[in-house]
């Protein structure tokens, strides 16, 4: 069964601390890999990442894909109170079903 | 551009009851997805239309869970009847075809007593 993993499933940092999210896939059939965010409500998109070893940033947002080991890193630098919010990462198949399957999340709390 | 559009926010009901869900996708986007999250798990695809034709309902318990996209834009997702295990956060989300990135509603939260 395919399976999408996050770890750690929970953190705490205070303001001004780099974080690193990790999630691993084993997935049939490959196509891409998006992170989101979630606070109270929808989750949000940030990045959709297709090719290894290409970094995609947004602001003290980061995220790398490597698909020989079949992993991706999200970062956070300079965190502030609001990111604190569930971080979702979800892997595309190809074919023509284009649902996400994704992982539990990692809860992160960012402390004043 | 306005983001996808659910409602209601919030519904409880007791097991057995019915309950539907209503969703409008962003203008224009043909794929539609309803997505089931359970506490302190990430969202699983109940169902997947593109336009009005349904592409995966695998994991729709088709026993007590319908859903249906007339004229390929808004959609309705009903349960009838209810249990107590349907309790969870169902999200409505739409993308410009198979595999653009998805974006969610805010989502409906039900609550089975």
């Known amino acids: 069964e395919d399976k999408v993993v996050q770890s750690p499933l929970s953190l705490v940092v205070h303001e001004g601390d780099t974080v690193t999210l990790n999630c691993s896939y084993e997935?049939?059939?490959?196509?891409?890999l998006l992170w989101y965010k979630q606070e109270k409500k929808a989750p949000t998109f940030l990045f959709m990442l297709?090719?290894?070893?290409i970094e995609k940033k947004s602001g003290r947002l980061s995220s790398i894909l490597d698909k020989k080991e079949l992993f991706s890193i999200l970062n956070i630098t300079a965190t502030q109170t609001g990111d604190s919010a569930i971080y979702l990462c979800?892997?595309?198949?190809?074919?023509?079903?284009?649902?996400?399957?994704f992982g539990k999340g990692i809860t992160l709390s960012v402390r004043p | 551009e306005a983001g996808v559009a659910q409602s209601p926010r919030y519904k409880i009901i007791e097991k057995r009851q019915s309950v539907a869900f209503w969703c409008n996708p962003i203008?224009?986007?043909?794929?539609l997805y309803w997505y089931q999250q359970i506490l302190g798990q990430g969202p699983k695809l109940l169902i997947q239309?593109?336009?009005?034709?349904?592409?995966?309902d695998s994991q729709l318990p088709k026993d007590r869970f319908s859903a249906e996209r007339l004229k390929g834009v808004d959609s309705t997702l009903k349960i009838q009847p209810a249990k107590l295990e349907d309790s969870a956060v169902y999200l409505c989300?739409?993308?410009?075809?198979?595999?653009?990135?998805?974006?969610f509603g805010d989502g409906t939260r039900l609550s089975i007593l």
């Open positions: 979800a892997v595309h198949y190809t074919g023509a079903n284009s649902k996400l399957t």
């Open positions: 997935v049939t059939n490959f196509r891409s």
């Open positions: 239309f593109q336009n009005n034709g349904v592409v995966d």
């Open positions: 297709t090719s290894s070893g």
């Open positions: 989300a739409s993308s410009w075809g198979g595999h653009q990135p998805q974006h």
């Open positions: 203008s224009g986007h043909a794929t």
